[in-house]
């Protein structure tokens, strides 16, 4: 049964930084690409980022320069580093494993 917890969302005030997490489990996860997604109330869920089995990354134009991806195979976790944050990033964000697995969500919230 694959499994992927996420963690490390929360409240942070404009400019500030947060750091997501994703635990997989049941998961070959050295062989997958990973990836996380966000969806903002009334909006569709949309792209933030992602990483290749290999290491590459992909992010979308509005995270670019401010979020990093990145993973720990020997951990099973891949990362969001979220720096300059912005009210119009909050949203729930889903970590996605390989093709068809997703966790929870995490709530993200940017506001004073």
């Known amino acids: 049964q694959v499994q992927l917890v996420e963690s490390g969302g929360g409240l942070v005030q404009p400019g500030g930084s947060l750091r997501l997490s994703c635990a997989a489990s049941?998961?070959?996860?050295?062989?997958?690409?990973m990836g996380w997604y966000r969806q903002a109330p009334g909006k569709q869920r949309e792209l933030v980022a992602t990483?290749?089995?290999?290491?590459?990354?992909n992010y979308a134009d509005a995270v670019k320069g401010r979020f990093t991806i990145s993973r720990d195979n020997a951990k099973n976790t891949v990362y969001l580093q979220m720096n300059s944050l912005k009210p119009e990033d909050t949203a729930v964000y889903y970590c996605k494993g390989g093709t068809r697995y997703w966790g929870q969500g995490t709530q993200v919230t940017v506001s004073s």
């Open positions: 990483i290749g089995s290999g290491g590459t990354t």
């Open positions: 049941g998961i070959i996860f050295g062989i997958n690409a």
